[in-house]
């Protein structure tokens, strides 16, 4: 291609100029000490688990095992909730808020002092852009035990009335796609409100959790106030089951979430869980363009598309569906998809095996049922486990893609006409998590986020998170609320 | 491609009434300034190493707008700028020029002068820089003079005033004058959106003169703070893109005030290069109008070829 230069001569130009290739920019994994085998965290101490079994976490981008990790068996998850038990007893239930405070402050600033090692190792473990883990995963995790800090002394002003109690023993099951984040999300405010707890993290996702533990020791943080105890579904199910908690906070499928509800069934046991979505990201024909790209981009590309929130379903007005469209490509033909650790990628691995497998079925069942795929030309590396950018047009409600959660970095595009079928097609999923509005006219904003049955509503924007602000789902997403002084009523006797 | 936008007229050959006008820009996809903030500053965080950073330097050399707008100038200063502008680095021969001086429009036979021979433009800045505030015939005068004088690109600022009290339709006749004075030099259109204010008006003013045949869109004079920023490039860079989808016609952008470090200037480099796409890449359709940049670009391309970093002493200062 040519073009006029300024005296007038055809010059080629843009050969030369669209030579600009990033060089390679990865972040140091030199910064994070990662340790061959890692054993339970119990009453303030690493052990070894009781039976010796232990399995391997890999680099989802690699494929190379990390480290070995100890899977807890009946007798730990015992000593885990037992050690937790004479922590609540004992120091973490007796003690002022103010003192309580003051753990939860050091914890978060040794969080933001370790943040470099904590990203690095998020990224290595999950998959994730190191981008991601740095501006996001790990700062959002220190904001929590900075927010939650802020409310240990202050829960008789909470609104649950004077002296609100702690519930005791929280059991805390977490996914893997935001491993480190999820965990402060349950720690945090189950720490300010005067619980104590046994955290069960994701099997393919051990790691961060694990360094968070060294910090609370390193915060000087008393003995079996918190405990992580590893494993995969059965150490989970010995957690809930356990006879000896008293509160359990599951973030994961829904299809496990189920079961720990029939799990807990007829106990004492109080019970949050936050499950899966299939949001709807509404773009209105009076949006801010430019924005609702990128706010598309970020709802469904953000952490692969690993986000039980994320704006998988586009619902976009028809009139302004093709142009909106046409810039939605183009700007995913400029995603940058690779090394996790390159601090320019903006697209990761998928975090195991089974997953890929579980994206590539559900994407394959897109097309059988006769929806449009487009995906921007992108090599994906050799080894490791990864999925292109998919973007699925001509979506119908009826198919497989636009009702169940695939959980991966695959978009699907519905359309409407008017406001009111915008409500209805928002709603018509089993889910109720989250949900994007995208319109210049603060009415329908006003307008839309009470008609839609959704825990969290965006508007102009998508998959911002903050502590003060509380979170959860609808229907068969959840119930119970993580975030802001609502999310306190979940530790507390209320 | 199919394109949300309103066609674009042509304001050169159909006049059109600030009604029109009004209805045409306000029609336009609004600006989420939140949004627009965000997406500029992820472009900011992405990381140019190495053969990337030498090869960004090397542009942002070649896109600079080596300027001296100040009641100080002399021909003394001029002629050192020129001989700055056309050899930054007279240790390494292999560093390119700048794309151009840019001087008031009394300098303009000075800069001629001391340009002569090289690929080195002259851009003299005129329409009663920086305000504005003059009658259309003292803009044009002023316009034709520099031109007369040899100017190959002439920087106008728009009539912020007529603007923001919605006198659309002015604003556009204006660019089309100058534009018409300005003959086979190319004209710059600056918005000033610093005055502008919301990023809805940097998008309404950068389709106002793109519709009245700007071949460069700029942010600044430099006079007003803030200048040039991340945002305000970012929705300059989607309007001209807009355009050259719905037109075919690739027009320029230009950043001007404020950028004073190789890092800034790659940051801008980066924006155009993912906003724009590669094709902006090069002095032909994006500029950096600046002063003390050129030897922050210098220092860090010694530094990318050698390793090491000289001293502030081993740059010239003109």
Not at chain 1, 404 to 414: A, D, M, N, T
Not at chain 2, 250 to 278: C, N, S
Request: proline share 6%; net charge negative; glycine share 8%.
């Amino acid at each position: 291609m040519t073009s006029t230069d300024l005296t007038g001569t055809e010059s080629a130009t843009l050969s030369a100029s669209s030579a600009w290739t990033y060089a390679p920019a990865p972040e140091s994994r030199d910064v994070v000490q990662v340790r061959s085998s890692y054993g339970l965290f119990i009453d303030g101490e690493f052990v070894e688990p009781g039976d010796g079994e232990v399995f391997k976490t890999v680099n989802p981008a690699t494929e190379e095992v990390l480290a070995e990790v100890a899977e807890a068996g009946q007798d730990d998850i015992d000593r885990a909730v037992a050690a937790a038990r004479r922590a609540y007893d004992e120091v973490w239930g007796p003690m002022s808020g103010r003192e309580r405070a003051k753990y939860l402050y050091r914890i978060a600033r040794i969080v933001q002092e370790r943040a470099r090692e904590l990203a690095v190792l998020e990224t290595l473990d999950n998959g994730k852009p190191i981008k991601e883990s740095r501006d996001v995963d790990v700062p959002l995790a220190a904001a929590w035990f900075f927010h939650y800090a802020g409310w240990a002394d202050k829960l008789d002003h909470a609104g649950f009335g004077p002296d609100p109690r702690p519930l005791g023993v929280a059991g805390q099951v977490i996914p893997w796609n935001f491993p480190l984040l999820m965990a402060s999300w349950k720690l945090a405010p189950a720490l300010a409100a005067g619980n104590t707890c046994v955290l069960k993290p994701a099997e393919t996702t051990p790691l961060s959790a694990l360094l968070l533990a060294e910090i609370c020791q390193q915060a000087d943080l008393p003995p079996g106030v918190v405990n992580v105890v590893t494993g995969a579904g059965e150490t989970g199910r010995a957690l809930v089951s356990h006879d000896d908690v008293d509160k359990v906070a599951f973030t994961g499928s829904t299809a496990v979430g189920r079961e720990i509800r029939r799990a807990v069934a007829g106990t004492r046991k109080r019970l949050t869980l936050e499950l899966g979505g299939k949001a709807a990201n509404v773009v209105f024909d009076d949006a801010p363009l430019d924005q609702a790209v990128e706010g598309i981009v970020n709802g469904i590309f953000f952490n692969q598309g690993h986000v039980c929130c994320a704006g998988s379903r586009l619902l976009a007005q028809e009139s302004i569906a093709e142009p909106l469209l046409d810039k939605l490509k183009t700007r995913l033909g400029t995603l940058r998809l690779g090394d996790p650790l390159d601090k320019n990628t903006d697209i990761g691995a998928i975090n195991s095996a089974e997953q890929l497998q579980r994206i590539t079925e559900l994407v394959s069942s897109g097309e059988q049922e006769g929806a449009e795929r487009w995906q921007p030309a992108c090599d994906l590396p050799e080894r490791g486990w990864w999925f292109p950018p998919t973007v699925f047009t001509d979506v119908s409600q009826s198919h497989r893609i636009a009702q169940e959660e695939i959980f991966g970095p695959v978009l699907s595009v519905l359309t409407f006409r008017t406001p009111d079928e915008a409500v209805v097609k928002a709603n018509n999923t089993p889910y109720g998590l989250s949900a994007g509005v995208w319109t210049e006219k603060g009415s329908r904003i006003l307008m839309m986020a009470q008609r839609l049955r959704a825990g969290v509503v965006w508007a102009n924007t998508f998959n911002r998170f903050d502590p003060a602000s509380p979170f959860g789902g609808y229907k068969e997403s959840g119930f119970g609320r993580e975030g802001g002084r609502q999310g306190l009523g979940a530790y507390l006797d209320v | 491609m199919t394109t949300l936008l309103p066609s674009l007229p042509d304001l050169r050959t159909e006049p059109v009434s600030d009604a029109a006008l009004r209805r045409l820009l306000h029609g336009l996809p609004g600006v989420d300034e939140v949004g627009a903030e965000q997406r500029a500053a992820a472009l900011a965080s992405r990381s140019i190493k190495r053969d990337a950073k030498l090869w960004a330097l090397d542009l942002a050399i070649r896109v600079t707008d080596l300027t001296t707008l100040e009641g100080s100038d002399t021909s003394g200063k001029v002629r050192a700028l020129c001989a700055k502008a056309i050899r930054p680095d007279p240790t390494d021969p292999e560093t390119p020029s700048v794309a151009a001086v840019c001087v008031y429009p009394d300098m303009v036979p000075t800069a001629v002068e001391h340009t002569r021979g090289s690929d080195v433009r002259v851009a003299s800045v005129a329409t009663a820089f920086p305000s504005g505030r003059a009658a259309l015939d003292v803009k044009l005068a002023d316009t034709r003079s520099a031109v007369a004088a040899g100017a190959h690109e002439i920087d106008m600022v728009i009539d912020r005033g007529a603007f923001l009290s919605g006198r659309y339709g002015q604003v556009a006749e204006e660019i089309v004058a100058v534009k018409e004075a300005c003959g086979d030099a190319h004209l710059k259109v600056i918005l000033e959106t610093g005055e502008l204010s919301t990023l809805d008006n940097v998008r309404r003013a950068s389709w106002l003169a793109l519709a009245a045949g700007a071949d460069f869109i700029k942010t600044s004079t430099g006079k007003v703070s803030p200048a040039s920023t991340l945002p305000v490039i970012l929705v300059m860079l989607q309007a001209v893109r807009d355009a050259a989808d719905a037109t075919g016609r690739r027009v320029g952008v230009k950043a001007a005030g404020g950028i004073r470090t190789a890092k800034d200037a790659i940051r801008y480099l980066v924006v155009v290069h993912e906003t724009a796409g590669p094709e902006w890449l090069t002095p032909e359709l994006f500029r950096i109008g600046a002063s003390s940049l050129l030897n922050d670009l210098l220092m860090q391309r010694e530094k990318q070829r050698t390793g090491r970093y000289a001293g502030p002493d081993h740059f010239t200062i003109d």
